[in-house]
C-alpha cells in the first residue's frame, strides 16, 4: 500500500512518538495528516515544531464520542498512540486509565468500520503482566483484535518497548535534574529495559502498516530495532555524557507497579555503557 491521497489520524499527535509519526509520514509523501490531542500547550509546541499544511491539530478527547464520530469521517489509516503511559500515575488514577486506555480505544474502534488500516501502538508492558497500565494495554489489545470480526479493514497491534529519550522518559527526567542539582535519581541500578529509538519506532510502524499481508492474528513486534540496558550502566553513560566529576547518583528505590526485569518476545542484547554513550551522543546531537 502506498500513502497517496489516504487520510491519516494520529491519536496523541503532538507526544513524543506522535510527532515522530508525522515525521516519518511526511518524509513518505503523505498529504493529509489530522492529529489528535487533549493538552493545547504540546499541540502549539507541536504544530510549530513540525511547521506543515499538510497537517491539521486538533483539540481533542478520544473518550468523547461525538469528537470521535467527527475526527474519523473520512480517515483511511488511524494511528493510535495516546494514552495514559506513566505506570506510576496509572496505579494512582486507574478511572482515569479506565477512561482513555479502554474506552477511548473502544471508541475509536467502535467508529472506524471505514478505516483500512488502524495500528494500536502497545507496549512491553502487556506481556507478564504486573501494572494497571501494562493490564490496559493487553485489554486493548484484544479490542483491536476482536474488531476484525466486525469490520473489513485490518486491525493491528504493534508491541513496542520503550521510547529512549520520550517526553517524560527517564532521560527526560534526568536532564532536568542534573540542571537543578548536579544529580541523578535511580529507581533500581539493578533494573533492566527493553527500549527502541523514537526514528526506529516511526519507521517500523509506517512501513509494517503499509504491508499488504498483514496477519490481524498476530502481534507485531520491532525485534531487529530494540536493545536492552541495566539502568545501572544508562545512569553511568547519562552521566559521561552530561555531567562531569561531580555528578551524583542518588537510589531512590523503584516506584509502585514497577518490574525489575521487564519481559520481552525474546531475549536481546544488552549494551554496554560506550555503547550507550554513543547512542546518547547520537540521540541528542
Not at 95 to 112: A, D, K, P, T, Y
Not at 185 to 190: G, H
Not at 241 to 248: L, R
Request: charged share 30%; net charge positive; aromatic share 10%.
Amino acid at each position: 500500500m502506498n500513502l497517496k491521497n489516504k487520510k491519516i489520524l494520529i491519536t496523541g499527535g503532538s507526544g513524543s512518538l506522535g510527532r515522530q509519526l508525522i515525521k516519518e509520514l511526511l518524509g513518505r509523501k503523505a498529504e493529509n495528516i489530522v492529529s489528535v490531542s487533549r493538552d493545547e500547550g504540546l499541540i502549539k509546541e507541536a504544530e510549530a515544531e513540525i511547521n506543515d499544511r499538510r497537517v491539521i491539530w486538533r483539540v481533542g478527547n478520544i473518550a468523547d464520542t461525538e469528537s470521535v464520530k467527527y475526527l474519523l469521517k473520512g480517515i483511511d489509516f488511524v494511528y493510535h498512540t495516546a494514552a495514559i503511559k506513566h505506570v506510576s500515575l496509572a496505579e494512582k488514577y486507574p478511572r482515569e486509565v479506565l477512561r482513555i486506555n479502554i474506552f477511548g480505544i473502544l471508541n475509536l474502534l467502535e467508529q472506524s468500520q471505514n478505516v483500512s488500516r488502524f495500528i494500536n501502538i502497545s507496549s512491553d508492558k502487556a506481556i507478564g503482566v504486573v501494572n494497571c497500565y501494562g493490564a490496559s494495554k493487553l485489554l486493548g489489545e484484544y479490542l483491536v483484535s476482536e474488531t476484525n470480526n466486525f469490520f473489513e479493514g485490518k486491525f493491528i497491534n504493534i508491541r513496542c518497548p520503550n521510547f529512549l529519550g520520550s517526553r517524560g522518559s527517564v532521560l527526560d527526567l534526568w536532564q532536568r535534574q542534573i540542571k537543578k542539582q548536579n544529580k541523578i535519581e535511580i529507581t533500581d541500578p539493578k533494573m533492566t529495559r527493553f527500549f527502541i529509538t523514537l526514528p526506529d519506532a516511526a519507521k517500523f510502524i509506517v512501513e509494517k502498516s503499509l504491508e499488504d499481508n498483514l496477519n490481524p492474528a498476530k502481534i507485531y513486534y520491532p525485534l531487529e530495532f530494540t536493545k536492552k540496558f541495566h539502568l545501572d550502566d544508562l545512569g553511568k553513560a547519562f552521566i559521561e555524557v552530561f555531567g562531569d566529576k561531580k555528578t551524583e547518583i542518588k537510589v531512590i528505590g523503584a516506584k509502585t507497579g514497577e518490574k525489575t526485569h521487564e519481559d520481552y518476545l525474546t531475549d536481546v542484547a544488552f549494551l554496554s555503557v560506550k555503547e550507550l554513550v554513543k547512542l546518547l551522543r547520537n540521540l541528542f546531537s
